[in-house]
């Protein structure tokens, strides 16, 4: 197959698997600046601003930003390719990494609150890589290329949280407080994402997808946000895919979010915290190609409905622990489970109920929505757990789920038939 008339003829089967490979690598290092400053975050926010309410602000920000470069960065893919798109992603986080040093250094927590948007930057190019990873794959194993991109990240982000302790002398030696060694990762793991990114995903698997055009071709009809939502609202599947990442993303940030604070309230030691979100983590990309497998054999709405229950469990297990750190451990460790789930269904789902043209922009309108959700359920989770306790809060996020039951009863009703109608059935 041609591509243009001058770019060279490609394998596609070969330029996918070198795209996952190189995506893979980005998200080991890339993970590990999301876990590190995962991990102390919210304990930063706490001692900047001096407020439990406010220490939540740290992941609000960071899926604020996550939120707000979506669309900018899906936009710029659709315009000019991936590579572009996620090496712009990864640099805007490591400038993140050294606004919130710079942040801490000085004592300021509005500044330390924009740098976390930044921040917030990577997370975005960290959950659009799998969609890099969809591009030239089939449906029979889509779920499971992008799954094996979502568990690249294992290797990162579990590590990440653990570096609060080892990284604290490193810290002291720069003149720097203990807490803001595992920024100094994210940072550096920030950077080294968009070094591998830049200088390796050659060809463009999205400019190879569209046939080495620009994605926003007339054709795509440069569609607004507006317009992909009528997009996303005429399918029945695309619906329930968004709403099933949105809910599945709102309800782990917002029981994550307040883990740390509460573990520290209750006497848990730094390493000890640093290990629990460690093991979620894990739970969330560890078993990723697994949940792909069966994604791709046992159908995208059975493993999406599948998490919503794991994250029933996890919300009814964190809720119910008390100061127990196994059983909070167990419940987060499940949250990551139900997330995994959620978010390799729902992107799979969502990838298969649109046409190739308007995939890209309403994926980042998908990822807009996904971590506004975020945002807000970090956002609350501070209050929340101000007002009603740990239990309280996991009770609050479990709520989330009931629209996508909802919707998804509705879709297998149409998809069978039973209302009379003839819906997309991807």
Known sequence: MSIGKTEPVHDAAAV?????????????????????????????????????????MATTMITLGAAVFALPLASLAARSGRRPGLTAGWALGALGGTVVLAAAVLDTFALFLAGMVLVGAGTATNLQARHAAADLAS???????????????????????NLVGPLAPFARALGLPDLLGPVV?????FGAGAVLTFALLRPDPLRLATHGRAADTPAAGKPTVAGALRVVAASPGALLAVVGIVATHTVMVAVMTMTPVHMSQHGS????????????????????PIVGWLTDRLGRVPMLLAGQTVLVAAAAVSGTAGHDETWVTAGLVLLGLGWSFGLVSGTALLAESLAAEVRPRVQGISD????????????????????????????????????????????????????????NTA
């Open 139 to 161: 449906d029979r194993t889509r779920a499971r290329d992008l799954s094996i991109v979502v568990w690249a990240t294992t290797v990162g982000a579990v590590l990440g949280p």
């Open 368 to 423: 807009l929505l996904m971590n506004l959700g975020g945002a807000a359920g970090g956002g609350l989770s501070g209050f929340v757990l101000a007002q009603t306790g740990f239990a309280g809060l996991n009770l609050f996020a479990a709520l989330f789920t009931l629209p996508v039951f909802a919707l998804a009863v509705r879709f297998l009703i149409a998809r069978r038939g039973w209302d009379g109608s003839d819906p």
């Open 185 to 189: 990762a994210t940072t550096v793991g």
């Open 269 to 288: 030691a730094l390493t000890v915290i640093g290990l629990t979100i460690s093991l979620h983590i894990a739970g969330m990309y560890a078993l990723a």
């Open 16 to 56: 996918q698997g070198r795209a996952v490979l190189v995506l893979g690598l980005t998200q080991i290092v890339g993970g590990l600046g999301m876990g590190a400053m995962l991990a102390v975050g919210a304990l930063l926010a706490l001692e900047l601003s001096g407020s439990d309410t406010w220490s939540g």
